[in-house]
């Protein structure tokens, strides 16, 4: 088994040569083949030319540089594209994260496609930090069925046919093991150790939480529709829209046989604006449908994801 670590970083000058260091630490002992790699996220303190240094003296290390500060998931994704190792396990370059942690994690991998970590003592402020992830933790673990403490932690362990099948948006990297929930992984959590930042400032305030409910629409929504979304959209656009027809009906008859006059209830506004809500929403789907096949079909994407294929042909 080779191992890749991946480790965006946005100006952590002082932080990255003693992860380095005790990256080694850890890593050295297993006796396995790794690389480690470091995703600079277009840092403009001296963080790179820190890297620069270390990557001339050792050849496990590689290190990319993105041309501008694209955030963490992207730097995720292009550590991911470039990561070679059997398992790839990414983390934190502000040394909050322990490299200590990591043969945990390679031990779990063996069972399982993803292990997360879980920061079960968590060292951030409780209200601005702990708080809102709590609430998180329980909303996406609810909302996306795949039941995790702690989706904000960045040690995750990957096995590499679940990473490379995986396109991140966004700011979607925590919601990554309810992506892969998609291909129908095994995923395994296991309690790892976090520090206080000491050096470097956090990069997010409260205002990620906003995200993180909007990518959190988006994660379930592709996870249940993304290959039917008239599904999604068709039962509640007939819904509105019978709703709507029977209270037009309804007033059709009360003005046509009773002679009543309809024209300032409030109730034809209503029904007006259910049908047209109902016709909108149906036209979506099927928009939405025309979508999913452009997708699938001008890319030859498959709907499917198959684990193995046993039989004459598989060798
Ligand atoms: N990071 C990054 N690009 C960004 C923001 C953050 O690569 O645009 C990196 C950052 O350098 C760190 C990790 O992502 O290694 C987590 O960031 P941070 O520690 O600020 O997040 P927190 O731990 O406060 O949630
Ligand atoms: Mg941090």
Redesign the pocket.
Known sequence: MTLSVV??????EENVRLLYERLKGALDPLGKEYEILF?D?GSIDKTLAVLEEIQAKDNRMIVLSLRR?F??TA?FAAGFDFARGDVVVTM???L?NDPADIPKLLELIKDNDLVSGWRKKRK?PFFTRRLPSIMANWLISNVTGVKLHDY?C?LKAYRRDVIKNLKLYGEMHRFIPAVASWYGVRVAEVETVHHP?IRGK???GISRTVKVVLDLITVKFLQSFSTKPIQFFGPVGIMSGFIGFLILLYLSIDKLFFGTSIGARPLLLLGALLVIVGIQLIGMGLIGEMLVRVYHESQRKPIYVIKKILGPESK
């Open positions: 480790i965006p970083v946005y100006n952590e995703v996220d500060n955030g963490q730097a934190d370059g502000d909050q951030d904000g960045s930042r956090s990069k997010y």
